[in-house]
T-cell receptor, first 113, second 117 residues
């Protein structure tokens, strides 16, 4: 089972560049989410989706866009990268009403120069 | 106010001893859930244990148990018989309703546990 797959694993960008972090899951989960993890800050929710065509903002949505055209995929877009977006990004998926644990991808380490 | 508070940035425990990692939470949602995740140095997030707000008994999963004190709004993780492989970051997280059948997960800042041989 692939579970939650994130690509790329590492990326270096220059300020102002754009890129898309990919996330795909093969468990038919309706709920998908993106977090960023900074030193000493734990994981913070960026955006989440409860199904195809439905997205909503989390705690730290500024500078990021998402879309959910299929159940399987939930890409995260940085339109104009800033050094403050240097972080480790995790995608997660879950089923039900959150009573079951989310499955996390392995993370993408992103550096903005 | 922080929704999830983990007051211990770092903890040390002797191998084979038990250790308690603290977690307090703040919510007005009557139906919430509490999770503990482990993050080893390799970086992946590993689910350990879950407690629902309406669960009458404390959750247990092998060597992990959750000391749930609802009135005190605390959900401490107890690891019995610590092993060297338990050395990792531990995160407490709370699931709250976000309306219309959706939910959000809020994480604490974590506790770094080091197991001493």
């Amino acid at each position: 089972n692939a579970g939650v797959t994130q690509t790329p694993k590492f990326q270096v960008l220059k300020t102002g560049q754009s890129m898309t972090l990919q996330c795909a899951q093969d468990m038919n989960h309706e709920y998908m989410s993106w977090y960023r993890q900074d030193p000493g800050m734990g994981l913070r929710l960026i955006h989440y989706s409860v199904g195809a065509g439905i997205t909503d903002q989390g705690e730290v949505p500024n500078g990021y866009n998402v879309s959910r055209s299929t159940t399987e995929d939930f890409p995260l877009r940085l339109l104009s990268a800033a050094p403050s977006q240097t972080s480790v990004y995790f995608c997660a998926s879950g089923q039900g009403y959150g009573d079951l644990p989310q499955h996390f991808g392995d993370g993408t380490r992103l550096s903005i120069l | 106010a922080q929704k999830i508070t983990q007051t211990q940035p770092g903890m040390f425990v002797q191998e084979k001893e038990a250790v308690t990692l603290d977690c307090t939470y703040d919510t007005s949602d009557p139906s919430y859930g509490l999770f503990w995740y482990k993050q080893p140095s390799s970086g992946e997030m590993i689910f350990l244990i879950y407690q629902g707000s309406y669960d009458q008994q404390n959750a247990t999963e092998g060597r992990y148990s959750l000391n749930f004190q609802k009135a005190r709004k605390s959900a401490n993780l107890v690891i019995s018989a610590s092993q060297l492989g338990d050395s990792a970051m531990y995160f407490c997280a709370m699931r709250e309703s976000a309306g219309a059948g959706s939910y959000q997960l809020t994480f604490g800042k974590g506790t770094k546990l080091s197991v001493i041989p």
